[in-house]
DNA sequence: AAGTAAATGCAAAAGTTTTGCATTCGTATG
DNA sequence: CATACGAATGCAAAACTTTTGCATTTACTT
């Protein structure tokens, strides 16, 4: 597995200590984060960068196509990681909000925008609803 | 085809100017709207509507199952129609977002989400890439 | 027609994201 | 290794978005 600075050169970005921490809090989270998450995140473990610096790293990391962030605009965040497919799951009750892979969504969607005359270059999906805990 | 006020009733929400004037936006729409952009619609047709309003029209509708709101929070809605399902092709060039439906995409997240145990009462895809005319 | 609860507008508060600028830090070069 | 330069960072403030409180108006019931 390549190494949180090796990760930074290849995307040609410099490795910087709020970039390997921010990256790295986004490779080992399991669900997509805010940029508030991310700031939070770090604070608990007396790593402060500041928020104004977690926004820019997190748009030069989605310049250079190391993340992607979600629809209507720019909270959500998560690696991009083996062609995965991207499903939220979002739970209007509690909030949480897990990540899946689906791979036969992903090629589903790619004929849908070939079919639009539309090339993407990342996608996400969201269901919206509850989770099975807070189904009554 | 229903009339507004009739729908307002079916969802057992009042009669109010406001509302008609959101809805129809809404439902003349070929694209998903903000509170800003139902906002600004009105306004440049005379038809003042406080955005405050909009806000809570929108939540309240959002409530008996009128609209969906997508992904991370609450930015983009749009009607719902005949269950077809909602991708959104968002061009990161010029902004622009338009709307498809796709029953088959539908019915494949309906069994993801019933593989995670999850109940979802609505859904919402984004595609982020350039449209037809940014290709360059 | 009157009474009542819900909806609206306005002003302000709260929250989020962006900008400007001085300082620090990373990398290339000699 | 020292230096020089552009890039990245933090802080303060501006800009923008969303929510809240409250007085007034409106829609529906009786
Ligand atoms: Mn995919
Ligand atoms: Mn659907
Ligand atoms: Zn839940
Ligand atoms: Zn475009």
Same mark, same amino acid.
């Given at each position: 597995m390549?190494?949180?600075?090796?990760? #930074?050169?290849?995307?040609g /970005?410099?490795?910087? *200590?709020?970039?390997? &921490?921010? #990256? $790295?809090? #986004?490779? *080992?989270?399991k669900?997509? &984060?805010?940029?508030?998450?991310?700031?939070?995140? /770090?604070? $608990?473990e007396?790593?402060?960068?500041? &928020?104004?610096?977690?926004?820019?790293?997190?748009?030069? +990391?989605?310049?250079v196509? /190391?993340?992607?962030?979600?629809?209507?605009?720019?909270? +959500?965040?998560?690696?991009? *990681?083996?062609?995965?497919?991207?499903v /939220?799951?979002?739970?209007?009750?509690?909030?949480?909000?897990?990540?899946?892979?689906?791979?036969? &969504?992903? $090629?589903?969607?790619?004929?849908?925008? $070939?079919?639009?005359? +539309?090339?993407?270059?990342?996608?996400?999906?969201? #269901?919206?609803?509850?989770?099975?805990?807070?189904?009554?």
């Amino acid at each position: 597995m390549k190494s949180i600075s090796a990760i #930074l050169d290849t995307h040609g /970005l410099r490795d910087t *200590q709020s970039r390997r &921490l921010v #990256l $790295k809090v #986004l490779m *080992q989270s399991k669900k997509p &984060l805010s940029q508030k998450d991310i700031h939070a995140c /770090l604070a $608990k473990e007396d790593r402060v960068v500041n &928020l104004v610096t977690v926004y820019r790293i997190l748009e030069k +990391f989605r310049d250079v196509g /190391l993340i992607h962030h979600s629809a209507g605009g720019v909270v +959500f965040c998560s690696l991009e *990681q083996a062609d995965g497919h991207h499903v /939220l799951l979002s739970c209007e009750e509690c909030g949480v909000i897990e990540e899946y892979c689906d791979e036969e &969504l992903c $090629k589903h969607e790619d004929r849908i925008a $070939k079919r639009a005359g +539309f090339f993407p270059t990342s996608h996400v999906s969201e #269901l919206i609803g509850r989770c099975a805990s807070c189904h009554f």
